[in-house]
């Protein structure tokens, strides 16, 4: 019932989307937000043994490209991938409409961007990007796989999250996702999320932008409880560098 549930704090799209008089979900529902850390065999079957049709999952970047994140066997419902300076400028858009074929050697942006959505696209995963990346893709695959890529302003419009997650890049565009897909409240769970760098030179290191995500993360995820029905974010690594820095609650429970 919305009985002493807040609607103050909700976004206005959100509210004329859902209404004043919304309903929370009990018991909240899970959701999960996949990054591109550390994924233990028992975490990988622990999630699996979770899953079912109506789970919502959104991973991030390169998770459904690298090979270490295709051996789990994990596939997200949704995917959130970062464009690149390259993508931005138009250079892979303009090179698709040629009729480039685009290789990792040559043109390594367009191909990982290119590659990444042509395998979420066969795994039946929606692809989440902004509106430079979204149209790079149309250009370069087939009309068939079009209702499967979505430019994020138009997303928000159909599917407004209660909160922007803004100034949280690439794992608050994942959180804002979740939130999106999760109306009648949730408990968001990070899988990966350790707030680490992944590339071999750097593995273990605190990611570059660590204290600004946290930063940002920390006031909009407090905040999420007691809004509407209510999110939860929980870290499932309670080491996590983003549970270190308060950025949310870390929980060696997410599989109980």
Known sequence: ATAGLASAGLREDWLERYGAD???AQPKPEAW???TGEYTDNAVAAYKRRQTNATVAVSLN???YEARFQRTGIVPTHHWFVDTATVVRGSCLQRAREGFVFSLQRTPDCFIAL???RLGVQRGVHMVGKKALVEFWRAALAPSSWPRL???KNWSKQLPPPLKMAGALTLGHGIELALSLTPRGAVIKLLGCDGARTFAKTLGKEHTDLDKVSKHLKPLLRELPRLGPGW???NCNP???YVRK???AGSDRCFD
């Open 22 to 24: 919304f309903t929370a």
């Open 33 to 35: 937000v996949l990054c």
């Open 62 to 64: 390169k998770f459904l």
């Open 115 to 117: 590659e990444t959505a």
């Open 150 to 152: 979505h430019e994020v």
């Open 232 to 234: 939860e974010v929980v």
């Open 239 to 241: 080491k996590s560098n």
């Open 246 to 248: 308060g950025a949310m």
